[in-house]
């Protein structure tokens, strides 16, 4: 199975936007709307104008799976939006992990020595995932003053690039 993994833009919201609230809804129940996340109606002004980006991962034209980098500042960027759809997770596929390298590939290509996220607690799989790729679990009160927090976050990472 063949998977690319591409850089997304406005163009491409309406699949983002399904793919996103499906699987926060849906799967793991929280409660959250597309209003809780104007974001994902301005892709190009809230990710890539300020030096971040927006990647997807796409089986023939179908969006599988995605993840975002918000650059907050010279050196330090926000992980967001790392989801892949049910189906296509697992090592089998390793669609997470190559959407993952590749937003790292890019922080590095750009100067981004300092990443960030926020999680919700209820994401186990997601928190192993990135504790197996050198994050460490910090406490809210260590984010950066200029991190942009999602209301629904509750545990933190962070990691240095270089």
Do not use: W
């Amino acid at each position: 199975m063949t998977v690319d993994i591409k850089e997304v833009s406005n163009s491409n919201e309406n699949q983002i936007t399904e793919l996103i609230l499906n699987i926060q809804k849906n799967e793991f129940n929280i409660s959250i709307s597309i209003e809780d996340q104007p974001d994902l109606l301005a892709i190009e002004d809230f990710y890539i104008s300020n030096g971040g980006n927006f990647f997807g991962a796409f089986k023939d034209d179908e969006l599988v799976g995605t993840i975002a980098l918000v650059k907050f500042d010279n050196n330090s960027g926000a992980i967001r939006k790392m989801f892949v759809k049910k189906e296509f997770r697992g090592k089998e596929f390793n669609i997470a992990q190559n959407l993952f390298d590749v937003l790292i590939d890019y922080c590095h290509r750009n100067g981004i020595d300092n990443v960030f996220l926020g999680t919700v607690s209820v994401l186990k799989a997601a928190q192993r995932f990135y504790e197996r790729n050198g994050f460490e679990i910090i406490e809210k009160n260590q984010l950066p003053d200029k991190f942009p927090v999602m209301g629904s976050d509750d545990v933190f990472f962070s990691i240095k690039l270089n």
